[in-house]
């Protein structure tokens, strides 16, 4: 079993909708939880980080944490055709150094 | 400013030949991460580097994989001799010291082993 598990998509859907991607992990003791977008032939960029469980809302995006289900979810509000590329989520004992990553879901979004 | 610059962008080689790759962190980042993302996989961390010494490399296949970071600022990731598992992108990252500090990734090399 992985420690991360993500579904890998493809997920298509037309611009304005409402996104939720979604992460479940196996190691309890990981307390820092990201998100990070990235796009074709480019290197990760972080989105969203959140310590422990609740949540966290940054404009358009908000980040979820239930550390009791060991699930974590990203939303997307009125999605943008710019927003298409993998979105990874990513977990850590330690803050961002050591980060276990999930597979990626690739998004699309459509005009 | 700058982001992390790697080179080259894309490389192919035949198994069993070996490759190197090069990447320069972000100015002032005492920390480097090189990892290995396998298509339709995530990112995994190879090495870490605080400064010119190695604080992580558990996940290193060290019997084929090398990497240096000589006077704590660039820093070279090779590979002797190339196996066809090996084709991935590699990606180099950096981030001011301490676990709190973000990290900023480069674009990576795309490696291709025939």
């Known amino acids: 079993q992985k420690e991360v598990e993500q579904d890998p998509g493809p997920l298509s859907v037309p611009e304005g909708a409402i996104v939720s991607l979604n992460c479940t992990y196996s190691?309890?003791?990981?307390?820092?939880f990201m998100w990070y977008r990235q796009y074709s032939r480019k290197g990760p960029e972080l989105l969203m980080y959140t310590y422990s469980s609740g949540n966290k809302e940054d404009g358009r995006f908000t980040a979820q944490v239930d550390k009791s289900s060991k699930y974590i979810s990203l939303f997307i509000r009125d999605s943008q055709p710019s927003d298409s590329a993998t979105y990874l989520c990513a977990m850590s004992k330690t803050g961002f150094q050591k980060l276990v990553f999930g597979t990626g879901t690739r998004l699309l979004v459509s005009p | 400013e700058a982001g992390v610059a790697q080179s080259p962008r894309y490389k192919i080689i035949e198994k069993r030949q070996s490759v190197a790759f090069w990447c320069n962190p972000i100015s002032g980042h005492a920390t480097l991460y090189w990892y290995q993302q396998i298509l339709g996989q995530g990112p995994k961390l190879l090495i870490q580097f605080q400064n010119n010494g190695v604080v992580d490399d558990s996940q290193l296949p060290k019997d084929r994989f090398s990497a240096e970071r000589l006077k704590g600022v660039d820093s070279t990731l090779k590979i002797q001799p190339a196996k066809l598992e090996d084709s991935a992108v590699y990606l180099c990252a950096s981030s001011l010291a301490g676990a709190s500090e973000k990290l900023f990734f480069g674009s990576g090399t795309q490696l291709s082993v025939l």
């Open positions: 190691n309890s003791a990981f307390q820092y």
